[in-house]
């Protein structure tokens, strides 16, 4: 049974940073593209960012990039999603999710407000 549990959320001022994480287990991660994806509220799901298989190439949204990392460590089955520079607009709730897209299994998702 494939399982995600996002952490690291919480409250951060307009200019902060935040890492969220996302323990993944029931299925091979290491050969598992994975995606961050996020909700705000009144709106519909949108794709953050996409790592591949191998790590190392990473698909961002324009509206993150450079601002937002995504990364996997295969050793510890867990995805993170570095996040500077926060802006109000990133308020939402964040999932990680299995493959590309929004359709994939998810998380539970982890709260992400930033508001002075």
């Known amino acids: 049974e494939v399982q995600l549990v996002e952490s690291g959320g919480g409250l951060v001022q307009p200019g902060g940073s935040l890492r969220l994480s996302c323990a993944a287990s029931?299925?091979?991660?290491?050969?598992?593209?994975m995606s961050w994806i996020r909700q705000a509220p009144g709106k519909g799901l949108e794709w953050v960012s996409g790592?591949?298989?191998?790590?190392?190439?990473?698909y961002p949204a324009q509206s993150v990039k450079g601002r937002f990392t995504i990364s996997k460590d295969s050793a510890t089955n867990t995805l993170y999603l570095q996040m500077n520079s926060l802006k109000p607009e990133d308020t939402a709730v964040y999932y990680c999710?299995?493959?590309?897209?929004?359709?994939?299994?998810r998380g539970q998702g982890t709260q992400v407000t930033v508001s002075s």
């Open positions: 029931g299925f091979n991660f290491v050969a598992a593209a």
């Open positions: 999710a299995l493959g590309f897209g929004t359709a994939g299994a």
């Open positions: 790592i591949v298989q191998n790590g190392i190439t990473t």
